[in-house]
């Protein structure tokens, strides 16, 4: 579908009456009603032409094309045709192309200024009342592009994007066919794959532009509309009537994050995704569809792919830039911003081996920016102390963070990464007000025994710095022996620079870091710790490594390194459970199953956990999720032997206790009857 927004110039004599004669004005506004439909039906209910307000002796009409061949030629003489029925003397005409949200608004003023009779069944009748309005599920944003660029342009912009690989093949293939004026549907649609929003961004508007300028897609318009990996999320929504106001131009799915402060905002999430993949392949020849994904693989992407099936989508991935490269894209960045680049800006890509993405370019060039404006351009902010500044929020933002807060004990582990949070926190703040902040590694040491929660705490951390704006993708990546130490020479380094690579922006796991200690040196051990360190410390503002494992192991593990130790910045301990502890484990676990516990088996509990926290291989959190599991399996064996009338909803959902039993492990050993041999 197509919109426009159409002011035609009146003639003098027909503004004169129109303002003056009050009668005169009450047969425009009735005629304009019934001219509206007349011309609607006329036309087999495909386009739709009505008067919105006169201002300036100007007519401002509005066009609505069901269908997409509504060029602006057709818009032209459309209008002029509804003007003639309406005995409208005009002039020149200003035609330009509108979106569904602008569309909405024209006719919602046509309503109020009396040329429509009502706007919400004027948007029912066109098929725009679950699109757009009051009747609308969900949001989203419209941008319209009119420029017209030559394919050496768009090639240029493709080439500054570092994205050349996979996007300048794809421009070929689309400018290989010529203009296509018949031929309908879309052969393919498109899977952008960055963490930079700037780079979807620029993506998006080349594709289209090339797309349009070979009559691949008709509109000057296209969508955005804003996907989320939130729980709280829309399902059932009724996307087909939104990809139908879009047919002949295009659907931009762009995942995001959801900030702080946007819980009202309508974003369809996971369980909304299945509804509009198939509003996309329902309308997948007259609709294009482009993803924006996250460079890594997450669930929101997998979700896409898994209901898209019978489409064809042609990944457009962002490349990892090295050296020269880098530095011509730091280059270009300040000539945009009219700042002159020095050598503090290329400090960042001092390491010429090492590879960035433009979301780290573009992190790092705003915080030189930052220092540069205060310092270079308005030096007389320089000399300012930190105390000028705001500082930053005392506890570190995020639903990851309350998350960490709201488990069960953990308190000196808490402690210590809201301190760490913090502590990384003030290193940008400093940064970014133009004072030398030092470069604060972010690895750590998890210590403390089975079932303390160290993996959970772990991908918490990760999320936290990604809330914080610490770490730009906050995943967490965990491995083992198995995945850093090769089994041949010389495979062992490139191993855990692999790993190091996929743990770009977030934290990399190593659970029982010890096991990479042999009983010898020089061993691939040995080569795989040495290979870790140096990563380490040429990737200590992007990657957060966590070591984890029991606490004697880890402290023979930290002496086999000298550069090891020096540079893990937090030890976290995390201490066993108490009784009451893993009683309240217990609790939340049940409750997250909806399941509650007996009052009066806290006291049959008492004696089982406290046995259980003297037992030499105490098992923490482990022990509480098998014992639950147990009492699940021996409440089931209780309600069958009972007649199922009896048997009610609370029957069901509680445990009783005698459903728990003291862990055979447990057991205290009887003394053996009979004789010893």
Same mark, same amino acid.
């Given at each position: 579908m197509r919109f426009y927004e159409i002011t035609a110039d009146l003639g003098d004599?027909?503004?004169?009456? *129109?303002? =003056?004669?009050?009668?005169?004005r009450d047969n425009f506004s009735r005629d304009a009603i019934i001219q509206a439909n007349d011309f609607f039906r006329n036309h087999d209910d495909k386009i739709f032409v009505f008067v919105v307000a006169y201002r300036l002796k100007k007519l401002i009409l509005g066009v609505v094309f069901l269908e997409t061949n509504g060029t602006a030629a057709v818009a032209e003489s459309s209008a002029s045709e509804f003007m003639k029925s309406l005995d409208v003397p005009h002039s020149e005409m200003k035609i330009e192309e509108t979106t569904l949200h602008n569309i909405s608004r024209l006719i919602s003023s046509a309503d109020n200024n009396n040329y429509l009779t009502d706007d919400d069944d004027t948007l029912e009748e066109l098929g725009l009342h679950k699109a757009v309005g009051r009747r609308s599920d969900f949001g989203f944003s419209e941008r319209i592009e009119t420029a017209e660029h030559t394919k050496k342009e768009l090639f240029e912009r493709a080439e500054k994007l570092f994205c050349g690989e996979s996007l300048k093949p794809e421009l070929e293939r689309i400018y290989m066919g010529g203009k296509q004026m018949s031929a309908k549907g879309h052969p393919v649609h498109y899977a952008i794959q960055s963490d930079s929003p700037d780079v979807r961004r620029e993506i998006v508007r080349i594709i289209f532009s090339a797309l349009r300028a070979n009559g691949?897609?008709?509109?000057?318009?296209y969508s955005i509309l804003n996907c989320s990996e939130d729980d709280e999320c829309q399902a059932d929504v009724d996307f087909l009537p939104f990809y139908r106001a879009n047919s002949g131009g295009m659907v931009v799915m762009d995942y995001v994050k959801k900030k702080e402060g946007d819980d009202d905002l309508a974003v369809p999430g996971i369980c909304g995704i299945k509804d509009m993949?198939?509003?996309?392949?329902?309308? %997948?020849?007259d609709t294009l569809s482009v *993803?924006?994904?996250?460079? =890594?693989? !997450? =669930?929101?992407?997998?979700?896409?792919?898994?209901?898209? !099936?019978?489409?064809?989508f042609i990944p457009l991935r962002e490349e990892t830039i090295f050296g020269k490269d880098a530095e011509r894209y730091l280059k270009s960045a300040a000539e945009s911003a009219n700042v002159k680049p020095n050598k503090s800006l290329y400090e960042i890509i001092r390491d010429k081996e090492k590879g960035f993405l433009a979301a780290d370019l573009d992190m790092e060039f705003d915080r030189w920016l930052s220092k540069t404006l205060k310092t270079n351009v308005y030096p007389q902010y320089a000399k300012l102390g930190g105390d000028a500044y705001l500082s930053c929020k005392k506890n570190p933002k995020g639903s990851a963070y309350k998350a960490l807060d709201d488990m069960i004990g953990l308190s000196e582990a808490k402690s210590v990464i809201r301190k760490a949070v913090n502590y990384y926190k003030a290193q940008k703040m400093f940064r970014d007000r133009g004072m030398d902040g030092d470069k604060a590694a972010m690895h750590m040491i998890f210590t403390g025994n089975p079932g303390s929660a160290k993996t959970t705490a772990a991908r918490l951390f990760a999320?936290?710095? %990604?809330?914080?704006?610490?770490?730009s993708a906050g995943n967490l990546i965990e491995v083992g022996r198995a995945d850093l130490v090769g089994k041949y020479v010389g495979w062992t380094a490139p191993a855990v620079k692999a790993k190091f690579r996929q743990a770009r922006g977030s934290v990399l796991f190593i659970d029982e870091a010890y096991s990479l200690v042999d009983d010898r040196s020089g061993s691939y051990g040995d080569e795989a710790i040495n290979a870790i360190v140096q990563?380490?410390?040429?990737?200590?503002?992007?990657?957060?490594?966590?070591?984890?494992?029991?606490?004697?192991?880890?402290?023979?593990?930290?002496?086999t390194n000298p550069g090891l130790r020096s540079r893990v910045a937090f030890h976290v301990r995390?201490? !066993?459970? =108490?009784?009451?502890?893993?009683y309240g484990i217990l609790e939340h676990m049940a409750a997250g199953r909806g399941i509650r516990i007996a009052p009066d088996a806290r006291e049959k509990l008492a004696p089982i956990f406290g046995a259980a926290t003297r037992s030499a291989d105490f098992g923490n959190g482990r022990f509480v999720r098998n014992l639950f599991e147990q009492a699940k399996m021996n409440q089931a064996d209780r309600l069958v032997t009972m007649d199922s009338r009896d048997i009610s909803g609370e029957d069901v959902k509680t445990l009783m206790a005698s459903d728990f039993e003291m862990p055979a492990a447990l057991k205290p050993a009887g003394r053996a009857i009979g004789f010893a041999a």
């Amino acid at each position: 579908m197509r919109f426009y927004e159409i002011t035609a110039d009146l003639g003098d004599k027909f503004f004169k009456k *129109l303002k =003056s004669d009050e009668k005169f004005r009450d047969n425009f506004s009735r005629d304009a009603i019934i001219q509206a439909n007349d011309f609607f039906r006329n036309h087999d209910d495909k386009i739709f032409v009505f008067v919105v307000a006169y201002r300036l002796k100007k007519l401002i009409l509005g066009v609505v094309f069901l269908e997409t061949n509504g060029t602006a030629a057709v818009a032209e003489s459309s209008a002029s045709e509804f003007m003639k029925s309406l005995d409208v003397p005009h002039s020149e005409m200003k035609i330009e192309e509108t979106t569904l949200h602008n569309i909405s608004r024209l006719i919602s003023s046509a309503d109020n200024n009396n040329y429509l009779t009502d706007d919400d069944d004027t948007l029912e009748e066109l098929g725009l009342h679950k699109a757009v309005g009051r009747r609308s599920d969900f949001g989203f944003s419209e941008r319209i592009e009119t420029a017209e660029h030559t394919k050496k342009e768009l090639f240029e912009r493709a080439e500054k994007l570092f994205c050349g690989e996979s996007l300048k093949p794809e421009l070929e293939r689309i400018y290989m066919g010529g203009k296509q004026m018949s031929a309908k549907g879309h052969p393919v649609h498109y899977a952008i794959q960055s963490d930079s929003p700037d780079v979807r961004r620029e993506i998006v508007r080349i594709i289209f532009s090339a797309l349009r300028a070979n009559g691949r897609v008709e509109n000057a318009r296209y969508s955005i509309l804003n996907c989320s990996e939130d729980d709280e999320c829309q399902a059932d929504v009724d996307f087909l009537p939104f990809y139908r106001a879009n047919s002949g131009g295009m659907v931009v799915m762009d995942y995001v994050k959801k900030k702080e402060g946007d819980d009202d905002l309508a974003v369809p999430g996971i369980c909304g995704i299945k509804d509009m993949c198939e509003a996309a392949k329902r309308r %997948k020849n007259d609709t294009l569809s482009v *993803l924006c994904v996250p460079r =890594s693989p !997450d =669930s929101i992407q997998e979700a896409f792919l898994e209901h898209m !099936d019978g489409m064809t989508f042609i990944p457009l991935r962002e490349e990892t830039i090295f050296g020269k490269d880098a530095e011509r894209y730091l280059k270009s960045a300040a000539e945009s911003a009219n700042v002159k680049p020095n050598k503090s800006l290329y400090e960042i890509i001092r390491d010429k081996e090492k590879g960035f993405l433009a979301a780290d370019l573009d992190m790092e060039f705003d915080r030189w920016l930052s220092k540069t404006l205060k310092t270079n351009v308005y030096p007389q902010y320089a000399k300012l102390g930190g105390d000028a500044y705001l500082s930053c929020k005392k506890n570190p933002k995020g639903s990851a963070y309350k998350a960490l807060d709201d488990m069960i004990g953990l308190s000196e582990a808490k402690s210590v990464i809201r301190k760490a949070v913090n502590y990384y926190k003030a290193q940008k703040m400093f940064r970014d007000r133009g004072m030398d902040g030092d470069k604060a590694a972010m690895h750590m040491i998890f210590t403390g025994n089975p079932g303390s929660a160290k993996t959970t705490a772990a991908r918490l951390f990760a999320r936290i710095m %990604k809330e914080n704006g610490l770490l730009s993708a906050g995943n967490l990546i965990e491995v083992g022996r198995a995945d850093l130490v090769g089994k041949y020479v010389g495979w062992t380094a490139p191993a855990v620079k692999a790993k190091f690579r996929q743990a770009r922006g977030s934290v990399l796991f190593i659970d029982e870091a010890y096991s990479l200690v042999d009983d010898r040196s020089g061993s691939y051990g040995d080569e795989a710790i040495n290979a870790i360190v140096q990563e380490m410390e040429n990737n200590r503002e992007d990657i957060a490594v966590i070591f984890a494992g029991y606490p004697d192991k880890m402290e023979k593990f930290l002496e086999t390194n000298p550069g090891l130790r020096s540079r893990v910045a937090f030890h976290v301990r995390f201490d !066993d459970y =108490s009784p009451d502890e893993l009683y309240g484990i217990l609790e939340h676990m049940a409750a997250g199953r909806g399941i509650r516990i007996a009052p009066d088996a806290r006291e049959k509990l008492a004696p089982i956990f406290g046995a259980a926290t003297r037992s030499a291989d105490f098992g923490n959190g482990r022990f509480v999720r098998n014992l639950f599991e147990q009492a699940k399996m021996n409440q089931a064996d209780r309600l069958v032997t009972m007649d199922s009338r009896d048997i009610s909803g609370e029957d069901v959902k509680t445990l009783m206790a005698s459903d728990f039993e003291m862990p055979a492990a447990l057991k205290p050993a009887g003394r053996a009857i009979g004789f010893a041999a």
